[in-house]
């Protein structure tokens, strides 16, 4: 029932609400409710709110529209209360009202403030939307109509699965970019040969454009590996309620949800084979955030590699340029540093920082429930989030625009002890040695020294390191 407050001027700012702990006033014009309220109050923690991920509100309205059109081909809400908490869900999927939802990701309570939230927004406007007033809980209440059915325990986990399934598209489609932006880079230093390295130390002859395609073709594998985690994430627990009895739902109710939510989403759901195995089962989300993890790991190491080989510009290796973003020092003029790598490392080491995170709030469940899955949550929405803007930073602010030191590049092959594994085939492993030998002793180019001790002319030794003759099998 809702209470009116009114100020000396007669202008009403708040409605009062009551529940078990008693009442509080809530803001007149809000649409959601007191336990919101009092989710508000109890938990700032992170300074970031649901509202900041708009795929969880959408997700969330998709579950409470699945659950309600349920309950009402059952015949358990008339067709008025349907009718408007339905048009109040597709209000939610739509993007409006998400300003209503102000509570804290990192939250205790398993997630009760988040549903409720979603509860009593819903509720709230689907009284406007019947001409009652907010608060008028007795028409159409966010417990026994928009709830019903449900408890935290199946919906919200249910809601941020579908989310992470949402927000994943968008990762790998920037994922995608990268390897494209990569690629044509591979294709456009193809014919330019540098050294590879191994242990830091000079290895073998190789292009430009196979180290770049070697990073395109390692974050590739991880679309599939992406993919082949986010699929585990379609097994939602709906009907389970409160600990995968299916305590509170009609008979058929949990089929019927979950048949719902496929023909609403046009997604594959399907229904647990176990709700109380998988009600506080957290395994999926394990899985999930260490694919994250993965691909962290590897942009992270793409990085460092761009960092070295961007050293210099004169007492590096100085094998490729990134674009000038920002001066690099207060004190010391004309230095650039590699700010778009720099950051992108960070971001890599919150992510990995996130999943260990996941990992204990996972192994902290306890018997039926799982109730540190707010700060799973929160970790696996941060990590989505800050890896597909990083990779767009990375892609549009660095790999597209480096360039190469074409001639520097040749020139540290000619003079590199490398070479001579090249030419190991054709002028013998012990004159090789000797060479190799030789020029670390003098200081002098093993191109130079073949040439001086006539073992090729120099058009062989040309042809010989030619990048068609040396950087495969022949």
Request: hydrophobic content about 40%; aromatic content about 6%; charged content about 20%.
């Amino acid at each position: 029932m809702e209470t009116s407050f009114i100020t000396p001027k007669g202008i009403q700012l708040h409605r009062v609400e009551s529940d078990l702990l008693g009442e509080l006033e809530v803001p007149v014009d809000a649409y959601y409710g007191i336990q919101t309220k009092r989710g508000i109050d109890n938990y700032q923690v992170s300074n970031l709110k649901m509202s900041d991920f708009p795929e969880y509100i959408i997700a969330m309205g998709y579950i409470k529209l699945a659950a309600v059109e349920a309950n009402h081909e059952l015949g358990i809400i008339n067709d008025e209360i349907y009718e408007a908490i339905a048009q109040a869900c597709r209000e939610l999927i739509d993007g409006k009202m998400h300003d209503q939802f102000p509570t804290d990701m990192v939250q205790g309570g398993a997630g009760t403030t988040v549903n409720m939230n979603a509860n009593e927004v819903i509720a709230n406007r689907a009284l406007e939307l019947m001409g009652h007033l907010r608060g008028e809980y007795q028409y159409c209440s966010p417990n026994d109509h928009v709830n019903c059915a449900q408890s935290t325990n199946d919906a919200y986990p249910s809601a941020f699965r579908y989310a992470f399934i949402r927000m994943n598209r968008g990762l790998e489609a920037e994922l995608k970019n990268l390897i494209a932006a990569l690629r044509k880079k591979g294709d456009e230093f193809n014919d330019s040969i540098k050294m590879g390295r191994t242990q830091l130390q000079d290895a073998v002859p190789m292009t430009s454009g196979q180290e770049f395609h070697a990073f395109a073709s390692n974050l590739e594998e991880e679309i599939a590996n992406l993919e082949r985690n986010i699929n585990l994430l379609y097994e939602i627990n709906m009907g389970g309620t409160a600990i995968g009895t299916g305590i509170n739902a009609a008979a058929g109710y949990a089929e019927l949800c979950i048949k719902k939510m496929c023909e609403l989403t046009g997604e594959p759901f399907k229904l647990a084979s176990d709700l109380v195995e998988a009600t506080p089962d957290t395994g999926a989300y394990v899985s999930y955030s260490a694919s994250l993890k993965r691909l962290a790991v590897k942009l992270s190491k793409m990085c460092n590699d761009l960092r070295l080989m961007a050293s210099g510009p004169r007492c590096g290796l100085h094998e490729i340029n990134l674009p000038p973003m920002a001066p690099g020092s207060s004190i010391m003029p004309g230095k650039v540093n590699p700010v778009i790598p720099e950051v992108t490392n960070q971001v890599c080491f919150k992510v990995i920082g996130n999943d260990t995170a996941v990992t204990f709030a996972a192994e902290a469940g306890q018997l039926q429930l799982n109730v540190m899955e707010p700060i799973i949550t929160e970790c696996i929405f941060e990590s989505v989030t800050w890896l597909q803007n990083v990779m767009k930073i990375l892609r549009e602010k660095c790999i597209d625009g480096i360039t190469l030191n074409r001639e520097h590049n040749l020139e540290t092959v000619k003079h590199s002890i490398g070479i001579v594994t090249a030419l190991n085939p054709v002028i013998g492993y012990k004159a090789a040695t000797k060479i190799a030998k030789e020029a670390l002793e003098t200081g002098k180019s093993v191109y130079n020294l073949v040439l001086e001790q006539g073992l090729l002319s120099k058009e062989q030794l040309d042809d010989l390191l030619d990048p068609a003759h040396m950087l495969a099998a022949h």
